[in-house]
């Protein structure tokens, strides 16, 4: 279950008035990458994984500046130097990747983190922490998608394009990490502000 248009309008609206009230300039990030929808930050990350050629998942203080501009995150570089000093804890030169994605989703508690765990559970049929389109064959249910009842697409195409909403825009491989669906509904879970209502949608959509 993706964000409906309205979660997705009133995140982006409440993300941009937090870009003006920011305290903290990886408060500003976040709301510089939430302002662009539930998948903001799930693209910055993915942006950071393309560039960590050699696997290490480390970021240095030019590859961190190249990839927040290539992602247009609008900061000067004063800001980006002082976000990563902040995030640099142990003054070693280089930001781990898990911790930066970890700073930089928004605060959630625990039982939604749960919520979103046992979803990812339900759909990684396979366990090795991907979701694929064959993953999904027997639990995401196409027949009543428009096109698929028209003829228009197959059940491949329907599911490869409701995989696409949790995937990268602008790097769509087919495959969701663990990563990914988590920092998707980082930004899903920025929008719903009851903890019974992210409960019961998370639930319905999922049939946990």
């Not at 409440?14 to 930050?41: D, F, H, P, W, Y």
Request: hydrophobic residues 35%.
């Amino acid at each position: 279950m993706a964000a409906t248009s309205r979660m997705e309008h009133d995140l982006k609206q409440k993300a941009v008035k937090a870009v003006k009230t920011a305290k903290t300039s990886i408060e500003r990030l976040r709301a510089q990458c939430l302002s662009r929808g539930a998948s903001g930050i799930k693209g910055l990350g993915r942006t950071f994984k393309i560039m960590d050629d050699d696997g290490n998942r480390s970021i240095d203080y030019k590859e961190f500046s190249k990839g927040l501009r290539d992602f247009g995150v609008m900061m000067d570089k004063t800001e980006v130097q002082e976000l990563f000093n902040d995030l640099d804890r142990d003054n070693s030169g280089s930001l781990d990747f898990d911790e930066f994605l970890i700073a930089l989703r928004p605060p959630m508690r625990q039982c939604r983190k749960n919520l979103i765990n046992q979803a990812f559970r339900k759909l990684d049929k396979t366990g090795d922490n991907n979701i694929t389109v064959e993953d999904l064959k027997g639990v995401y249910n196409v027949k009543k998608h428009p096109k698929y009842l028209n003829g228009e697409w197959t059940e491949e195409q329907c599911l490869r394009t409701f995989l696409d909403t949790f995937d990268s825009p602008d790097n769509k491989d087919g495959t969701v990490s663990w990563d990914e669906f988590l920092n998707y509904y980082s930004g899903v879970s920025a929008s719903v502000d009851s903890d019974a209502y992210f409960d019961l949608m998370m639930k319905n959509a999922w049939k946990l």
